[in-house]
């Protein structure tokens, strides 16, 4: 594959995205900081990928999708975060990807995984700087182009769609009804990382329904979980845990199906 044909890929434009909110985000700020945390994700999730893809005696090819993880990872977290945290989400991260599979494919959305455990276990801050949430509103007009340009190029709308509509429609009766702290997931910064985590996170391939009527369902389950998570305990985990539970919903989906359909293919052999 010529450098032409992979910059027109899903994930060639996923990493021109993400790397192109990182220098806005990072110029914007005038702190460094947070590239040197976007190299070691990004090394440290490529280094990980090969190693667990040479063990596994797989094919060898370009770590993007590991590379993907790993600025996904440093664009969320805080860029204050201590190097060895950065690496240790990183780790976990590519470690479910290779370890939590079925027909070779990932269940859970590495990112999503990792940055959970990283909470659990380190109790990290997650800024979701590289979501613009700290720079002027204007710049949410950069993160909708670009999520827009993913989002076509992977056929995810409607769960793009079902997820914001179900999410904000939540909060905002939540907020009437004085639910939790349900009115400030509509301002600044959460705004921007439910739009990041919309068109970046919940729109991986390997993780979510090909098929829009469960593309659909998929969207809205999220957007409840996550809801009624941050409803009940606030934090930083409820988008996570809202995908986790979405992913463990589209393995369990495929599990009958794969037998009937693998029942029918072996009948039809000895037939």
Not at 102 to 109: G, L, R, V
Not at 172 to 184: E, P, R, T, W, Y
Not at 237 to 243: N, P, S
Request: aromatic letters at 12%.
């Amino acid at each position: 594959m010529t450098a032409n044909q992979w910059i027109k890929t899903p994930k060639g434009y996923v990493i021109i995205s993400l790397v192109a909110f990182l220098l806005l985000a990072t110029i914007w700020s005038l702190d460094i900081r947070g590239i040197y945390n976007s190299i070691l994700a990004v090394g440290v999730s490529s280094a990980v990928d090969i190693l667990c893809s040479h063990n596994a005696k797989k094919k060898r090819t370009l770590p993007d999708s590991a590379v993907i993880t790993g600025l996904i990872i440093a664009l969320i977290l805080s860029a204050a975060t201590s190097w060895y945290i950065v690496a240790a989400t990183s780790i976990m991260a590519i470690l479910s990807k290779h370890i939590l599979v079925h027909k070779k494919k990932p269940i859970f959305n590495p990112a999503a995984f990792g940055l959970l455990l990283s909470i659990l276990f380190f109790r990290t801050g997650q800024s979701w700087w590289g979501a613009f949430g700290d720079l002027p509103s204007w710049t949410v007009v950069c993160l909708l182009a670009g999520g827009y340009m993913v989002t076509n190029r992977v056929n995810k709308f409607p769960q793009v769609f079902s997820f914001l509509g179900t999410y904000f429609i939540l909060l905002l009766i939540m907020g009437v009804f004085n639910v939790g702290d349900a009115s400030d997931a509509l301002r600044s910064p959460f705004i921007n990382a439910s739009i990041f985590f919309a068109l970046f996170m919940l729109t991986d391939p390997p993780t979510s329904p090909a098929k829009d009527k469960d593309q659909v369902i998929f969207g809205i389950l999220i957007a409840i979980v996550g809801a009624v998570v941050y409803g009940l305990f606030g934090g930083l985990m409820y988008l996570f845990i809202g995908l986790l539970i979405g992913n463990l919903y589209h393995f369990l989906k495929k599990r009958p199906y794969l037998r009937t359909s693998n029942l029918q293919e072996r009948r039809y052999q000895k037939a």
